[in-house]
């Protein structure tokens, strides 16, 4: 896989038109937009399901960038972007694990900033992401997920992921206690 790859443009429910494309280094100052913006909004929206909850330097978003564009080079990383009039709006990945009896796997992450959800963007990331890491020979894909995110759940059951279990209490913001599902699907 090559970095700054363009999967082609589709439009949202809402008409705007976006780009799937895979990061490029050019990308760093909107990746680290898109990183602050998400955990600023979790400061007003408690049930986000993203886990990252401080700002990042842009050096720190520089180290996260080259490690990402370094393992979609080495085929250990799968990711699609999605771009909104040159703004990054979407980002979802499914990273190898390291081990080889591991490689025919992969973990799945997404996250979508505030204004873009519920327009088919998710679904749209994730066919191509999908269809990508499976041309690259993952056969079995996991994530984890909120157990309050009941939207995100119907989503990955529509592309075929299967609830693999729960941990209870996994997840601890604001004093309250909130399950992590396991799903999986395979090809």
């Known amino acids: 896989m090559r970095t700054g790859r363009v999967y082609g443009s589709f ?3 809402d008409g705007r038109e ?3 494309r895979t990061l490029s280094p050019r990308d760093l ?3 680290t937009d898109f990183a602050n ?4 909004e979790r400061s007003t929206n408690r049930d986000l399901g993203v886990l990252l909850d401080t700002l990042v330097t842009l050096k720190e978003e ?3 960038l080259d490690e990402e564009l370094s393992g979609i080079r080495r085929g250990v990383v799968f990711g ?3 771009f909104h009039e040159g703004k990054l709006v979407g ?3 499914i990273r190898r694990p390291r081990f080889k009896d591991l490689k025919h796997s992969g973990t799945l992450g997404i996250a979508i900033l505030d204004g873009y959800r519920g327009a088919g963007l998710g679904r749209a990331m994730l066919k191509q992401l999908l269809k990508t890491a499976e041309e690259g020979g993952v056969s079995l894909v996991e ?4 157990s309050i995110n009941k939207w995100a759940i119907g989503l990955y059951r529509s592309l075929g992921f299967n609830k693999a279990g729960m941990i209870p209490g996994k997840i601890v913001r604001d004093g309250r206690r909130i399950g992590e599902i396991v799903m999986f699907r395979t090809a």
């Open 11 to 13: 439009t949202l429910d």
């Open 18 to 20: 976006v780009t799937l």
């Open 29 to 31: 100052g909107q990746a």
């Open 37 to 40: 913006t998400l955990v600023r």
């Open 62 to 64: 520089k180290e996260w």
């Open 80 to 82: 699609v972007s999605a």
């Open 91 to 93: 980002n979802c990945e």
């Open 143 to 146: 994530l984890r997920v909120l």
